[in-house]
């Protein structure tokens, strides 16, 4: 077997039996909970929990912002540049 190659396990592709069933549960409930969020969102006595759901339910309807890429010691946006290859016969 060449390096690398991992050995056993699933194969890609295959659910994983061991949290397909907790995913189906937890899906079973999804519009209750969305409910609630809903519910948090206006009358949670708590300002941080108003926001906490408002931020959970506009992470689930229109998926969570992009986090910006910072470089070492958090000093500005971290810069990439495009580098191409070509190989040639010799």
């Known amino acids: 077997m060449a ?4 050995t056993g396990g699933r194969v890609a ?3 994983n039996k061991a949290t397909s069933e ?9 519009a209750t909970a969305i409910k609630e969020l809903a ?3 206006v009358e949670a ?5 108003r ?9 689930r ?6 986090q910006p890429v910072t470089g070492e010691g958090g ?3 971290v810069q990439y540049q495009k580098v191409e290859f070509s190989v040639v016969d010799a």
Do not use: F, N
Not at 22 to 29: C, F, G, S, V
Not at 45 to 49: D, K, L, T
Not at 61 to 66: D, I, Q
């Open 3 to 6: 390096k690398g190659h991992k």
């Open 13 to 15: 592709g295959t659910p």
């Open 22 to 30: 907790i995913k189906a549960l937890a899906q079973a409930h999804a």
């Open 39 to 41: 519910r948090l969102s």
């Open 45 to 49: 006595e708590s300002e941080a929990a």
């Open 51 to 59: 926001v906490a759901a408002i931020k959970e339910l506009l992470d």
């Open 61 to 66: 309807g229109y998926g969570k912002s992009a």
């Open 75 to 77: 000093e500005g946006p």
